[in-house]
């Protein structure tokens, strides 16, 4: 049951935190970011995403790497700033040869999954409505709705999972205030809506700098890569660090 956070949301988190956006006619700026144990600081993979703006959609390009700077997954979403509606999502690794396409046209999501490069890929179709979201947009939830969620509103919706060809209802809250480095941080974590179902996923939180506005600079949560062999391991993903493969 671990499982059902991998794929619609993990991918999504470790990189949904991006620079603000710009016209497509200027040079895209890059949010780079590390994923390392939350212990020992170990850093295992390193990363950047590019954003730009077209029309009415946002375009998020993320590629991670790892220490031998080589690549080991790249994303492509597309959305609306607006509705947060996903229009377009690509997602492929180097590492497992895992891939998940999706597409949204009307009120349908197209969804084509498959875990590793020698498998044949599953397909779905899903209903969208204005409670669904993709993981993607998070970040995008989160700002807007700040708020909000710092009163102690609960923010839930119908969250996309490819890797299950299904969705699941979640939701995001203001969990705590905590002190990083001698920074004050707003901490909000996501969780099932389902109680039950809380027990078997694994804890993930979002650490935001208010200061002078909203920024995310920390996420906790499961490796969606497998480090050392492992999957799931749990990590700690720092933004605004340098040094990421270019």
């Known amino acids: 049951m671990q499982n059902i956070i991998k794929q619609g949301i993990l991918v999504s988190l470790l990189t949904l935190a991006g620079p603000g956006s710009v016209q497509a006619t200027e040079a895209p700026p890059k949010m780079e970011f590390q994923i390392r144990d939350p212990q020992t600081r170990e850093v295992f993979f390193q990363g950047y995403e590019r954003v730009t703006d077209t029309g009415a959609n946002t375009r998020k390009e993320t590629f991670f790497f790892d220490m031998?700077?080589?690549?080991?997954?790249?994303?492509?979403?597309?959305?609306?700033?607006?509705?947060?509606?996903?229009?377009?999502?690509?997602?492929?690794?180097?590492?497992?040869?895992e891939e998940t396409i999706m597409k949204t046209e009307g009120q349908r999501i197209q969804i084509k999954y498959r875990p590793e490069k020698d498998d044949d890929f599953k397909e779905t179709t899903l209903s969208w409505s204005a409670d669904t979201l993709h993981g993607k947009v998070f970040d995008d939830l989160i700002v807007r709705n700040w708020d909000k969620l710092l009163k102690g509103q609960m923010l839930k919706f119908d969250l996309v999972l490819p890797f299950r060809l299904e969705s699941r209802g979640f939701q995001i809250f203001h969990n705590r205030r905590v002190t990083n480095q001698g920074r004050e941080l707003e901490v909000f974590s996501l969780q099932p809506q389902n109680f039950l179902l809380r027990a078997f996923v694994p804890k993930m939180e979002f650490y935001y700098a208010s200061d002078p506005k909203p920024e995310l600079k920390i996420f906790t949560g499961p490796s969606v890569i497998p480090i050392k062999g492992e999957t799931n391991r749990m990590v700690e993903i720092i933004y605004g660090l340098s040094g990421a493969p270019s």
């Open 68 to 97: 031998n700077r080589k690549e080991a997954l790249v994303e492509d979403a597309v959305y609306n700033r607006d509705s947060l509606r996903m229009e377009s999502y690509v997602s492929r690794s180097s590492v497992t040869g």
